[in-house]
């Protein structure tokens, strides 16, 4: 079982690490309470706790009414400079994790410009008066600001804070090169490319954003690259660390024990692993098969009844069932419940957009006949089995670790309880599958990649209509990844 984390945790660790790698530098403020409520989608509480604790181990300064300030400074020397050290260690995963940018953040950026009004970039004036102010601006949080306002619009609550663990990495090299060269400024090329970004901000197209997003990104891995083998020649005292990655979890504050099992259950009840009415194995047997203690087990159990996937019986054991219209809309208005609901929604949006820059990187390595074997049988779930190939071949760590955990949050169980077949319904989603893979057998990478992004779309449209129906309004919030959808038989429920 992974271990638990919670929400004070994630922020209290990003914060600390992006202060103590002089993301936040000596003087400046740390965003407001509002904002990191908004950034990290964490409640007012656990922001001041951070706070808090931040203030006590001497690294912010705070103030009644005004923006929390960073107090820390970084030791000077070379061979005890913390960012030097935490740069050189990282060498390898910080220029992958450029790679990534280059190829993740263009599409996610242009399909959020374009469902996002003007109104809603609360730093677009702020950006423009930063433009504006010629060669010897250096500041790279203004951009940043209303790069997360870009992504705050599309409602997801899962992209800002990926923003914000690929930033800590992006942003440390930099800083770096800001205390070698206190004269450094942000290149002229790289002012012109923010430039033409602000000037399609609202209103250019989706591909001239994507393509101004890509001529910003893509020169940075290279250029980062070199700089960091020129510091390792420097001080080649540090050592890179091996096994160093770029790490990000999606499921902050809500990974305890009991909710692992308890999804997993979920999944297996969802695809029929478990069939409907048929007993699920004892407390001490799932005890044992998911190594927690039985107290565990019964809150996961208990998790699972309020759902309306099982029903415990005293003297019987716990039943397998599937949630009707009112369980289900019961559960929406607990708060838990609603927001797991809307990360799910999230991660599928993501995955409408994420999938298209790993399926091109894989595309020329894929074997038809390799993926055919897996699937094959009834209860094969055709999209996880072609998602799950996918990441096998993906050479790139970070883009990697981010898609597993974005995946970890699709439950299929949940998805397939919709029908009343489960997995062996022939639904839309398994047509367009199959359709994918006609496309893989022809090589026509620009069909297979439309087919699978479409999959995960069509999946978004079933579960946000059907909430939205059930009265989960906030699902409204969450823009759909893209505007079209396939023909077909829908789901029982709707």
Not at 6 to 11: I, K, Q, S
Not at 131 to 159: A, C, Y
Not at 231 to 253: D, H, K, Q, V, Y
């Amino acid at each position: 079982m992974q271990q638990k984390k919670t929400l004070y945790d994630f922020l209290y660790n990003s914060l600390r690490e992006q202060i103590l790698t002089g993301c936040y530098r000596y003087g400046s403020p740390l965003p407001s309470m509002s904002r990191l409520c908004d950034t990290y989608h964490v409640g007012i509480r656990t922001v001041k706790d951070v706070l808090a604790s931040l203030r006590n181990e001497g690294l912010i300064r705070t103030e009644e009414r005004k923006a929390a300030r960073v107090i820390y400074r970084p030791p000077g020397a070379a061979g005890e400079n913390s960012i030097l050290r935490f740069v050189l260690e990282r060498k390898s995963s910080i220029v992958e994790v450029y790679e990534t940018i280059s190829l993740l953040l263009p599409p996610l950026f242009s399909f959020a410009a374009v469902s996002c009004s003007l109104e809603q970039l609360e730093h677009y004036e702020q950006f423009r008066k930063y433009i504006q102010k010629g060669p010897g601006f250096n500041s790279r949080r203004i951009p940043s600001n209303l790069f997360h306002d870009l992504l705050h619009g599309t409602g997801s609550l899962l992209l800002n804070d990926l923003y914000a663990s690929l930033e800590v990495y992006a942003q440390v090299p930099l800083v770096l090169m800001g205390d070698e060269d206190p004269s450094y400024t942000i290149p002229d090329e790289e002012k012109e490319r923010i430039m033409a970004i602000a000037a399609l901000l609202p209103g250019g197209s989706r591909q001239e954003i994507q393509d101004a997003f890509s001529r910003l990104y893509a020169p940075a891995a290279g250029s980062i690259q070199g700089y960091l083998q020129l510091l390792a020649e420097r001080f080649p005292a540090i050592r890179e660390i091996p096994g160093t990655s770029f790490s990000w979890i999606s499921e902050r504050g809500r990974d305890h024990y009991y909710t692992q099992v308890s999804r997993d259950l979920i999944d297996k009840i969802g695809t029929g692993f478990y069939r409907r009415g048929s007993l699920l194995p004892s407390e001490a047997c799932l005890s044992r098969q998911y190594q927690v203690s039985v107290a565990t087990i019964r809150k996961a159990l208990a998790v699972l009844n309020k759902l309306g996937f099982a029903i415990t019986v005293n003297g019987k054991g716990t039943i397998a069932i599937l949630p009707d219209e009112e369980t289900t809309f019961r559960c929406m208005k607990d708060e838990t419940y609603k927001r797991d609901t809307l990360l799910y929604l999230s991660a599928l949006q993501f995955m409408a957009i994420a999938i298209r820059p790993a399926i091109q990187l894989v595309f020329n390595r894929m074997d038809a006949s390799r993926l055919h074997n897996r699937l094959t049988g009834p209860d094969t779930i055709l999209l996880a089995s072609m998602f799950d190939y996918i990441l096998e071949l993906l050479p790139l760590p970070p883009l990697k670790t981010i898609l597993q955990e974005s995946n970890k949050l699709l439950l299929w169980g949940y998805y397939f309880a919709f029908y009343s077949n489960g997995t062996r319904s022939q639904t839309q989603l398994k047509k367009k599958c199959l359709e994918a893979f006609r496309y893989l057998q022809q090589k026509d990478q620009t069909g297979f990649t439309d087919c699978l992004s479409q999959c995960y779309c069509h999946i978004f449209q079933v579960i946000r209509t059907f909430l939205i129906q059930g009265g989960l309004t906030e699902a409204k919030k969450i823009v759909p990844p893209d505007n079209t959808s396939f023909p077909g038989r829908g789901p029982r429920r709707l």
